[in-house]
C-alpha cells in the first residue's frame, strides 16, 4: 500500500489540479453506480451508464477543479489552522460557495442530462432547497474537520471521499421525477 501512496503523492505534488480533477471524477461516478446499484436498486440491465459517465464528467471537469481552486483561495485569503481560521472558512464555504456552486453543478447537469436551460432552471426550482439544507446539515462538521486537519493538498481529496455518500444522495435526488407520479400517470 506504501507504494501506491507513493505514486499518488507523487503525482499530487506534480500535477495537483489533475490528480484532484481526476480522483473528483472517479468518486463522483461511484457515488452514482452505488445510487443506481443500492439506493434505486436497479438490475445491471437498467443500469444507466450515461448517467455515470455525466457524474463522472462533471467530477472530472467541474467539481475537481472547482473545489481545488476554492480550497487554494480560502487558504490563501483566510490561513490554515484551527479554531477561528477553520470557523471562518466554512462559514464562507457554507454561505457564500455552497449556494452558488450548487446552482451551478444543477443547471450544468440538467445541461449535460439533454434538458433545455430552462428545465434545468425548473431543477433548480425544485429541488435546490431540499438539496441545500441537506448540506448545510452534513457539510459544516465535514469542513470543520477537513480545514482543521488536513493540509491543503489532501482536502479535495477528503471531501471526495466523503462525498461518495454526498454524490450517491445527488445521484437520486436529482434523477428523481419532478412530476408527481400520479401526474405522470394522467399524461
Same mark, same amino acid.
Given at each position: +500500500?506504501? &507504494?501506491?501512496?507513493?505514486? /499518488?503523492?507523487?503525482? #499530487?505534488?506534480?500535477?495537483? +489540479?489533475?490528480?484532484?480533477?481526476?480522483?473528483?471524477? &472517479?468518486?463522483?461516478?461511484? %457515488?452514482?453506480?452505488?445510487?443506481?446499484f443500492v439506493v434505486e436498486k436497479k438490475s445491471f440491465e437498467q443500469f444507466q451508464w450515461q448517467r455515470t459517465f455525466r457524474f463522472f464528467s462533471l467530477g472530472t471537469f467541474f467539481v475537481g477543479p472547482?473545489?481545488? *481552486?476554492? @480550497?487554494?483561495?480560502? $487558504?490563501? /485569503? =483566510? %490561513?490554515? %489552522?484551527?479554531?477561528?481560521?477553520?470557523?471562518?472558512?466554512?462559514?464562507?464555504?457554507?454561505?457564500?460557495?455552497?449556494?452558488?456552486?450548487?446552482?451551478?453543478?444543477?443547471? *450544468?447537469? %440538467?445541461?449535460?442530462?439533454?434538458?433545455?436551460?430552462?428545465?434545468?432552471?425548473? +431543477?433548480?426550482?425544485?429541488?435546490?432547497?431540499?438539496?441545500? #439544507?441537506?448540506?448545510?446539515? &452534513?457539510?459544516?462538521?465535514?469542513? =470543520?474537520?477537513?480545514?482543521?486537519? *488536513?493540509?491543503? $493538498? $489532501?482536502?479535495?481529496?477528503?471531501?471526495?471521499?466523503?462525498?461518495?455518500?454526498?454524490?450517491? @444522495?445527488?445521484?437520486?435526488? *436529482?434523477?428523481?421525477?419532478?412530476?408527481?407520479?400520479?401526474?405522470?400517470?394522467?399524461?
Open positions: +500500500m506504501s &507504494v501506491i501512496s507513493r505514486i /499518488y503523492s507523487n503525482a #499530487l505534488k506534480r500535477y495537483p +489540479m489533475a490528480v484532484q480533477s481526476l480522483q473528483a471524477g &472517479v468518486l463522483m461516478g461511484t %457515488g452514482d453506480v452505488l445510487a443506481q472547482t473545489l481545488g *481552486t476554492w @480550497y487554494g483561495a480560502l $487558504h490563501k /485569503y =483566510i %490561513g490554515s %489552522g484551527k479554531g477561528i481560521v477553520a470557523v471562518k472558512k466554512v462559514a464562507v464555504d457554507q454561505l457564500l460557495f455552497a449556494p452558488g456552486f450548487i446552482v451551478v453543478f444543477l443547471v *450544468t447537469l %440538467g445541461i449535460l442530462e439533454g434538458s433545455s436551460f430552462e428545465a434545468s432552471q425548473d +431543477m433548480v426550482r425544485k429541488k435546490y432547497k431540499d438539496i441545500l #439544507l441537506v448540506n448545510w446539515s &452534513v457539510w459544516p462538521a465535514v469542513q =470543520i474537520c477537513n480545514f482543521s486537519f *488536513t493540509p491543503l $493538498h $489532501h482536502q479535495v481529496l477528503v471531501v471526495q471521499i466523503f462525498a461518495l455518500l454526498w454524490n450517491t @444522495y445527488l445521484a437520486w435526488k *436529482t434523477n428523481l421525477p419532478t412530476t408527481p407520479p400520479e401526474k405522470i400517470a394522467d399524461s
